[in-house]
Protein backbone atom coordinates (compact mmCIF):
# COMPACT_ATOMS: atom_id res chain seq x y z
CA UNK A 1 0.00 0.00 0.00
CA UNK A 2 1.24 3.48 -1.15
CA UNK A 3 0.60 6.45 0.72
CA UNK A 4 -1.50 8.82 -1.34
CA UNK A 5 -0.26 12.06 -2.61
CA UNK A 6 -2.78 13.86 -0.67
CA UNK A 7 -1.23 12.05 2.49
CA UNK A 8 2.23 13.15 1.54
CA UNK A 9 1.22 16.91 1.04
CA UNK A 10 0.09 17.08 4.13
CA UNK A 11 2.37 17.80 7.04
CA UNK A 12 4.52 15.15 8.38
CA UNK A 13 1.66 13.68 11.13
CA UNK A 14 4.57 12.92 14.23
CA UNK A 15 8.32 13.08 14.45
CA UNK A 16 10.82 13.70 11.85
CA UNK A 17 11.06 10.61 10.22
CA UNK A 18 8.18 9.65 7.90
CA UNK A 19 7.79 6.36 5.89
CA UNK A 20 5.15 3.94 5.53
CA UNK A 21 4.98 2.23 8.59
CA UNK A 22 4.85 5.54 10.27
CA UNK A 23 1.86 6.79 8.16
CA UNK A 24 -0.33 3.31 8.62
CA UNK A 25 0.01 3.83 11.91
CA UNK A 26 -0.96 7.69 12.15
CA UNK A 27 -4.10 6.66 10.01
CA UNK A 28 -5.10 3.81 12.23
CA UNK A 29 -4.81 6.56 15.10
CA UNK A 30 -7.02 8.95 13.33
CA UNK A 31 -9.72 6.67 12.58
CA UNK A 32 -9.84 4.75 15.62
CA UNK A 33 -10.61 8.61 17.21
CA UNK A 34 -12.78 9.12 14.74
CA UNK A 35 -14.75 6.35 15.86
CA UNK A 36 -14.15 6.24 19.27
CA UNK A 37 -17.77 7.27 20.65
CA UNK A 38 -19.29 4.98 18.32
CA UNK A 39 -17.65 2.24 19.54
CA UNK A 40 -17.93 2.85 22.82
CA UNK A 41 -21.79 3.45 22.34
CA UNK A 42 -21.94 0.33 20.95
CA UNK A 43 -20.15 -1.41 23.59
CA UNK A 44 -22.18 -0.41 25.71
CA UNK A 45 -25.39 -1.81 24.29
CA UNK A 46 -23.88 -5.06 23.33
CA UNK A 47 -22.60 -5.62 27.29
CA UNK A 48 -26.30 -3.94 28.93
CA UNK A 49 -28.33 -6.71 30.37
CA UNK A 50 -30.94 -4.89 30.99
CA UNK A 51 -32.13 -4.08 26.92
CA UNK A 52 -33.71 -7.02 24.88
CA UNK A 53 -30.83 -10.07 23.33
CA UNK A 54 -32.22 -8.76 19.69
CA UNK A 55 -30.94 -5.09 20.46
CA UNK A 56 -27.58 -6.23 22.55
CA UNK A 57 -26.80 -9.06 18.68
CA UNK A 58 -27.33 -5.92 16.68
CA UNK A 59 -24.97 -3.63 18.55
CA UNK A 60 -22.46 -6.70 18.50
CA UNK A 61 -23.09 -7.09 14.89
CA UNK A 62 -22.45 -3.81 14.10
CA UNK A 63 -19.06 -3.92 15.93
CA UNK A 64 -18.45 -7.00 14.05
CA UNK A 65 -18.44 -5.32 10.70
CA UNK A 66 -16.38 -1.91 12.22
CA UNK A 67 -13.10 -1.82 10.27
CA UNK A 68 -10.51 -3.11 12.15
CA UNK A 69 -8.59 0.26 12.02
CA UNK A 70 -11.40 1.59 14.68
CA UNK A 71 -9.58 -0.57 17.49
CA UNK A 72 -7.38 1.00 19.54
CA UNK A 73 -5.33 -2.65 19.90
CA UNK A 74 -4.30 -2.10 16.31
CA UNK A 75 -2.11 0.73 16.53
CA UNK A 76 1.32 0.57 18.17
CA UNK A 77 3.74 3.09 20.20
CA UNK A 78 6.22 4.09 17.32
CA UNK A 79 9.33 6.24 17.68
CA UNK A 80 8.90 9.56 17.07
CA UNK A 81 12.31 10.44 15.75
CA UNK A 82 13.07 7.50 13.97
CA UNK A 83 10.16 5.52 13.47
CA UNK A 84 10.86 2.41 15.33
CA UNK A 85 8.25 0.03 16.38
CA UNK A 86 10.56 -1.50 18.79
CA UNK A 87 12.22 -0.73 22.54
CA UNK A 88 10.18 2.56 22.67
CA UNK A 89 9.68 4.56 25.37
CA UNK A 90 5.99 5.42 26.57
CA UNK A 91 7.03 8.59 28.56
CA UNK A 92 9.28 10.05 25.78
CA UNK A 93 7.82 8.47 22.34
CA UNK A 94 11.42 7.71 21.61
CA UNK A 95 13.18 4.36 20.70
CA UNK A 96 16.35 3.77 23.56
CA UNK A 97 19.11 4.64 21.13
CA UNK A 98 17.76 8.26 20.27
CA UNK A 99 16.57 8.75 24.11
CA UNK A 100 20.07 8.17 25.28
CA UNK A 101 21.21 10.98 22.39
CA UNK A 102 19.00 13.30 22.87
CA UNK A 103 19.00 13.18 26.98
CA UNK A 104 23.11 13.32 26.72
CA UNK A 105 22.40 16.29 24.70
CA UNK A 106 20.15 18.16 27.22
CA UNK A 107 17.27 17.90 25.24
CA UNK A 108 15.03 16.17 27.52
CA UNK A 109 14.53 18.17 30.84
CA UNK A 110 14.34 16.37 33.95
CA UNK A 111 16.68 13.29 32.95
CA UNK A 112 20.32 13.43 33.34
CA UNK A 113 23.26 10.65 33.06
CA UNK A 114 22.99 8.77 36.15
CA UNK A 115 26.13 7.53 38.47
CA UNK A 116 26.65 6.21 41.54
Known amino acids: MFPTLSLLAKKPPIGIFVNSR ?24 SQNTTLSPRQRA ?3 L ?3 TMH ?3 RSTQFKNRC ?6 KGVF ?3 R ?7 LNALEGN ?6 ASW
Open 94 to 100: MARYQFR
Open 22 to 45: VLRDQMKREAFAENEQVRQALRYI
Open 90 to 92: RDF
Open 68 to 70: CHT
Open 62 to 64: QLA
Open 108 to 113: LPGVKK
Open 58 to 60: YAQ
Open 80 to 85: IVGGKG
